[in-house]
């Protein structure tokens, strides 16, 4: 493919040419110049594109460059491989993208990262796995009500019918319906004080009569 040969056409002389270059297609960092590449230049394009790790030498990726990674785009954290993955790669990674936890292998998935990311997005209560979801991590998952259907029929039979997450929940409706009735007094409120205008009458036509012209 031509593509492939466009540093080989052209002469690349700095690390902002060659990131615009690449931009168009990350996969052309594999062409690089070697003089070009150093962790100044991958740090950079870890930062501008989620699929730069794929193509940092080995010898680049270092801890610091996968943090600065998963910290511009938390789904990169898909190419670090498993034994370089560590507890503040993961923070890091769900912090900036709650669905990085999808991609975690289950034996790092801790309980710690599982309640991290329920608390970022409630939607992805499906991928936590069902030993992590207890009466603590599945009463923060329902808080939103904007999600909350999502996220009920996942709960385990056993939390559902746990006398603590019965009372979080039964407490999280009333505030919604308090809430719910104070808006609504306060929508009525500003109604009664502005009443609605009544709708304009079309005016009646008027003539216009020249006075000279009524003139003898």
Known sequence: MQIKNI??????????????L??????????APRALRNES???????????????????????????????AY???????????????????????????????PEELQTYKLSLLTVSKDPVMFKYIPFEHRTVELCKVAITNPATREQVIPRVPLNVL?????IRHELALME??????????????????????????KPCDKVLYVDEDENEI
């Open 175 to 200: 505030a919604e319906e308090k809430s719910k009735r104070k808006k609504e007094a306060k929508q009525q409120r500003l109604k009664n004080t502005f009443p609605k205008k009544a709708a304009a």
């Open 41 to 71: 230049l991958y740090r950079d394009l870890v930062m501008l594109h989620p699929d730069a790790l794929k193509y940092v030498p080995k010898k680049f990726q270092t801890h610091f460059i996968y943090l600065n990674a998963v910290n």
């Open 161 to 165: 019918a746990d006398h603590e997450f």
């Open 7 to 20: 540093f080989k056409k052209k002469k690349i002389s700095s690390k902002e040419e060659l990131i615009a």
């Open 74 to 104: 938390g789904t990169s954290i898909c190419h670090i491989n498993k034994k370089y993955l560590k507890n503040d790669i993961c923070v890091a990674a769900i912090n900036n993208s709650p669905i990085a936890f999808k991609y975690i």
């Open 22 to 31: 690449a931009m168009q297609d990350i996969s052309n960092m594999r062409l």
